[in-house]
Nanobody
Framework: QAQFVESGGGLVQPGGSLRLSCAASGSMFSIYAMGWYRQAPGNQRELVASITSDGGPNYADSVKGRFAISRDNAKNTVYLQMNSLKPEDTAVYYC????????????WGQGTPVTVSS
């Protein structure tokens, strides 16, 4: 019974777009901030986007202006719209709780891999 199930990744050319989805289970989703994290080989996992319980977004500088995070609390789902993709966006993308109290404390899912290459 995975707490988070990510989907939507794939292979895309530079400049292309993908939309990632994260289906969450459990009772905390609707009341706490959610985030998208990514990890490339040899790198630490980093938070690239987060969204508050009432829909306020925040982005890492590396993706600002290109990515958009959103959530549908009725569906227990968080999305990441990824536009103008660059090779350096290549990573496995994960969702989890964000924010100072529960950030990263949910059970990590398998993630969904994104490869940006020509």
């Amino acid at each position: 019974q995975a707490q988070f199930v990510e989907s939507g990744g794939g292979l895309v050319q530079p400049g292309g777009s993908l939309r990632l989805s994260c289906a969450a289970s459990g009772s905390m989703f609707s009341i706490y901030a959610m985030g998208w994290y990514r990890q490339a080989p040899g790198n630490q996992r980093e938070l690239v986007a987060s969204i508050t319980s009432d829909g306020g977004p925040n982005y890492a500088d590396s993706v600002k202006g290109r990515f958009a995070i959103s959530r549908d609390n009725a569906k227990n789902t968080v999305y990441l719209q990824m536009n103008s993709l660059k090779p350096e966006d290549t990573a496995v993308y994960y969702c989890n709780f964000a924010g100072p109290l529960l950030g990263g404390l949910g059970d990590w899912g398998q993630g969904t891999p994104v490869t940006v290459s020509s």
